[in-house]
């Protein structure tokens, strides 16, 4: 489906359209990127947040920028709300998200937010298979683009 | 080495506790050093033109070891454009191939300097003792982390000067001297009336803050990868001097900007829109006649439409 390795999907979560977990904790949610995300970065090298807590956001506002060994992206907020905090062991340490994108490797917390967006893991999946025919397209013609 | 090194601490745009942190950390232990003559300035890159701190900077004659929160080599063409002039000196923290080991050529007008200038970047490290060991390498000296003297006031400490200006954040194009090649790309290019050429006729960034925020076309335009933006988040346009031009990553920002399938689909086809645009038989191009830099034209035409101006 998505290239060779099978995807995990954790299900005790939901998932945003901007392939990042959420998951609920006490009076809002937990965000982090999902391991499909972090497989495209590659080994994730660096990432910085270009907001500070406590920061209202509406939703896919900028709010930082991650980069990997094969990738760069800016990340954006997954829902409007307030971002309470940042992980503060991401930055120091980013392949965090690479051995633990579920759990140690969490990026922002959010109390309350517009969870409306938010997707059962079965409906992120199919999310999932029917974006990877176009993220295909989109990053080969991306590498096509580049001088060799 | 009898003169003293003017030692420039300069701030971060945005400053955080571990930021101020270090910095105090390091003031605390130069100020007051005779070897040394400490002065805090505002962040680099945002210094205004003609400024007092960039007079303070320009009456420095002597050797100058600059800390700021940009890359080294953006540091010091940001200076250069600055009219702040020397050799590039080489540190432990630098790449080799970054440093030439000749003086830069005199501009007109002005007498070739022969004093170095080292730039440090302060992201690098989050604690002070790497660069203290450097700095006392580089004057000759021994520096401890401990403080000479008590850095916990605010303000500047006894022994290091401060000038203060009004804070803006600035956009503006750097340009890396040793890499241009005067081809002028950044001139044809640029929208906004940015660039222009000085009396003899090599370019500058003339009207710097005619440069629209967030915008780094010219950087990807440039073919010798020599103009940088050093608050750019690609470090390959910040000034990496590591990151080789034509070296850029896939940008995914697209995909994790939690576009919907509707919106990707709609990019997709612009995208091949734009591609058969280009391969159409009867397609004029302008002057210069080579497709790839028609390719690259209409790669930048596309970002420049996503800018949304």
């Known amino acids: 489906m998505m290239g060779r390795s099978p995807t995990f999907l954790p299900v005790d979560r939901r998932y945003a359209p901007n392939h990042m977990w959420a998951m609920p904790v006490e009076g809002g949610f937990r965000f982090g990127l999902s391991a499909y995300a972090v497989k495209l970065l590659g080994e994730l090298r660096h990432l910085a947040w270009s907001v500070e807590t406590p920061a209202r956001v509406a939703r896919a506002q900028r709010i930082g920028y991650v980069e990997g060994s094969k990738a760069t992206s800016d990340l954006y907020a997954p829902v409007a709300g307030r971002i309470e905090r940042f992980n503060p062991d991401v930055p120091a340490d980013p392949t965090l998200l690479n051995t633990h994108p579920y759990d140690a490797g969490w990026l922002l917390t959010m109390p309350g937010g517009d969870a409306t967006l938010l997707m059962s893991p079965e409906a992120y999946q199919k999310h999932l298979e029917a974006v990877w025919p176009l993220a295909q397209r989109l990053l080969k013609g991306q590498a096509g683009d580049r001088p060799a | ?309």
């Open chain 2, 1 to 309: 080495m009898t003169d003293e090194i003017a030692v420039i601490v300069s701030g971060p745009r945005h400053a955080g506790s571990q930021q101020q942190a270090l910095q105090q950390q390091l003031v605390g232990a130069l100020a007051g050093r005779p070897e040394l003559a400490v002065s805090l300035i505002p962040h680099l890159y945002d210094l205004k033109p003609d400024g007092p701190a960039v007079r303070m900077l320009r009456s420095v004659a002597g050797d100058m070891i600059v800390l700021g929160w940009i890359y080294p080599r953006a540091a010091y063409w940001v200076l250069d454009a600055n009219r702040i002039r020397g050799r590039m000196g080489r540190t432990a923290m630098m790449a080799e191939e970054e440093v030439t080991d000749e003086a830069p050529a005199a501009r007109a007008g002005e007498e070739a300097t022969q004093r170095t200038i080292w730039c440090l970047d302060l992201r690098e490290h989050a604690e002070a003792g790497p660069y203290l060991e450097e700095i006392g390498r580089l004057a000759g000296i021994e520096l401890a982390a401990e403080p000479a003297m008590s850095a916990k006031t605010a303000g500047a400490p006894h022994g290091a000067g401060r000038v203060q200006e009004e804070r803006a954040p600035r956009w503006y194009p750097v340009i890396d001297y040793g890499r241009c090649t005067n081809c002028l790309e950044c001139l044809n290019f640029c929208l906004f009336g940015v660039f222009g050429l000085d009396d003899e006729g090599s370019i500058v960034a003339e009207e710097p803050d005619a440069c629209r925020d967030g915008c780094p076309a010219c950087a990807r335009i440039c073919p010798a990868g020599a103009i940088m933006f050093p608050q750019h988040t690609d470090p390959g346009i910040a000034g990496d001097a590591a990151a080789a031009p034509g070296d850029l990553k896939l940008d995914l920002s697209q995909l994790f900007g939690g576009a919907d399938v509707a919106q990707l689909a709609a990019a997709e086809r612009d995208r091949a829109l734009a591609e058969q645009r280009r391969h159409a038989p009867g397609t004029q191009e302008p002057g210069s006649g080579k497709p790839s830099d028609q390719d690259e034209l209409d790669k930048l035409v596309d970002e420049l439409d996503d800018l949304d101006l």
